[in-house]
């Protein structure tokens, strides 16, 4: 697959689509340039249908939904969910990733991709 979900993060997402009353709702995944090391990763519950282009995985239950420019960045990537001392959320572990950001929502790839900017919020540099 593509783009997989571990177990945790799964269930996770259930119960959050389930707490915000969207039990039919997808995960969209998508990458967009910015971040200390380039490109930002971003998701978000998506209650509409699929757009053009975009590629729709169903794991455990749960579906994604991924555009074709961001799945090249993003492909074999997992999504975990994660508790630490800072709280819980989810993370993505991305094998396309050379470099990554401390706040861990940035990255760069091999192809050099950096558009730079900063994210400001994890206090890191590039």
Known sequence: MAISLTERASCE??????????PESALRVWVSGGGCS???YGMALDDGQPEEGDNVFNMDGVKIFIDNLSLQYME?????????????GFKIENPNATGSCGCGSSFKTEDGQAAGGGCGSCGCSR
């Open 13 to 22: 997402l259930k119960e959050l689509m389930v707490s915000q009353q969207k």
């Open 38 to 40: 380039g490109l930002t």
């Open 76 to 88: 074999g990537s997992v999504v975990d969910y994660i508790d630490d001392m800072m709280g819980g």
